[in-house]
């Protein structure tokens, strides 16, 4: 095909400045590089059930029928065969190279050996590593040591604002104005943040350098001291992440099908926003919507994540996804089938391009397509170590009319991924290229390729 019979193409000029354009911390760049953040869930609901708090007055002094144990009882937690590191070969086969667990959940039970004490000098005493506890170890520790040692950035969830043990509700009100269970710790709101404090404070200084912190419900006013002692982790105000609005998989369903931008607050972020702020979503395994591992519950398959995948990931965000740990505390092997299968379906599907293009400017032609092939989804990724510089753009082949638009849209950013209506079959003298119609600044395209229908996307149709 000669290049000079195609026509001559005129796109939008930039009108920014390149030193003014809004772009990513390293500790953002660093969040971003992956598709999957393994959100691992794994506290004292685990020996209960499900909820925000998992202990309740059902559980906290009574031996439920769904628990194993008094959830006020720090020997309930009791993971028999506790290995963290068998939680890396699920989350590496994912693809994941982030993993956050959940060091305090709503039921107040920390996975470390807490040494916070109450302003009168009691300790805090609902953790492991304390006299009586089932788990002397220190969870949290295991935990680092198997991510280091599979490579794998780590993080920890604490919610500062909740906590069933000290009285304080989702809300971070007080829980007990009407009724002090056994065990529960009635105390003032300067006492419940000298405790969270002295909490925070040894998860930001024992474990090393935190790749995400996951603070639930609200700072407690502790945004500050995150930052200095973790400036380097996402999640924090210095460095924040924004949650797609819905944990049900599906965000174009359920807070709409928008673009999404890394710059600005909010679900969808805005184009012109001045600050960077990945978003992220965080889905369950289970088809039910809960976090912690329950007897019973019906695990996604392949194909019901294939579509989570794209409204996510293909949207340009993060997939936080819920790993529930089960009682004998391992991955179960029904859940580390469907991580294997989704890590080898992106890696089968989105690993060997048709073709691909990249570099700088507003044309990007697929030279490399032959005769014959068929292709049905493209994926573009900017080089957002630049910003996120496109603002609008077009996916088009040649025809002997001219262009035949494919794919219109604006936001890029991370990770773009578009499927065909119908696979598209190359004719000879066909060409494939993006269009950049408007940019702030000169386009930086890290990739833009196409590629063939998976196999488990049935017989393609050719138009």
Request: hydrophobic share 40%; with cysteine.
């Amino acid at each position: 095909m000669l290049l000079s019979s195609l026509p001559l193409v005129f796109v939008g000029f930039a009108t920014c400045h390149a030193a003014s354009i809004t772009v990513p911390s390293a500790s953002q760049l660093r969040y971003q590089s992956t598709d999957f953040v393994a959100l691992i869930h794994f506290n004292m609901g685990t020996f209960a059930h499900n909820g925000d708090p998992c202990c309740d007055s059902s559980n906290w002094n009574t031996l439920a029928p769904y628990a194993t144990g008094k959830t006020r009882d720090p020997a309930t937690f009791y993971p028999k065969k506790l290995n963290t590191t068998q939680w890396m070969e699920s989350i590496t086969s994912l693809g994941a190279n982030i993993a956050v667990l959940t060091a305090k959940h709503g039921c107040g039970f920390a996975l470390w050996p807490s040494k916070a004490k109450f302003l009168d000098g009691r300790p805090y005493n609902y953790s492991v590593g304390i006299p009586g506890a089932s788990i002397q170890d220190d969870v949290l520790r295991k935990f680092v040591d198997s991510a280091q040692d599979a490579g794998v950035g780590y993080g920890f969830y604490y919610s500062i604002m909740k906590n069933f043990y000290l009285c304080h509700d989702f809300n971070g009100k007080n829980s007990c104005l009407s009724s002090v269970l056994p065990g529960q710790q009635n105390i003032s709101e300067e006492e419940y943040l000298h405790i969270a404090k002295q909490q925070v404070t040894e998860l930001w200084t024992q474990y090393g350098n935190l790749t995400r912190i996951w603070v639930d419900s609200g700072l407690g006013g502790l945004g500050p001291l995150m930052d200095q002692l973790q400036p380097q982790a996402a999640g924090t105000p210095l460095n924040p992440i924004d949650w797609c609005g819905t944990e049900s998989g599906f965000p174009s369903r359920d807070v709409g099908p928008g673009e999404i931008w890394s710059t600005g607050h909010g679900y969808f972020g805005q184009a012109n926003g001045t600050r960077w702020v990945p978003k992220m979503c965080d889905p369950q395994l289970f088809r039910e919507h809960v976090w912690f591992w329950e007897p019973s519950l019906h695990v996604r398959s392949l194909a019901e994540m294939i579509p989570i995948y794209h409204d996510i990931v293909g949207r340009g965000m993060v997939m936080e996804l819920a790993f529930s740990i089960d009682r004998d505390g391992l991955v179960e092997e029904s859940h580390a089938k469907v991580y294997r299968q989704l890590g080898q379906w992106v890696q089968q599907c989105y690993g060997s391009p048709l073709a691909i293009a990249s570099g700088k400017g507003y044309v990007f032609n697929l030279f490399a397509l032959r005769e014959g092939q068929m292709v049905d989804r493209f994926q573009i990724q900017e080089d957002i170590v630049m910003g996120q510089r496109v603002r609008n753009y077009t996916i088009e082949h040649s025809s002997s009319k001219g262009w035949v638009p494919l794919v219109t849209a604006s936001a890029i950013g991370r990770k773009r991924i578009h499927l065909l209506p119908k696979s598209l079959m190359v004719s000879p003298s066909m060409m494939i290229r993006l269009r950049i119609d408007n940019a702030i600044a000169e386009p930086s395209i890290k990739q833009f390729s196409a590629f063939a229908p998976c196999p488990d996307q049935g017989i393609p149709l050719s138009i």
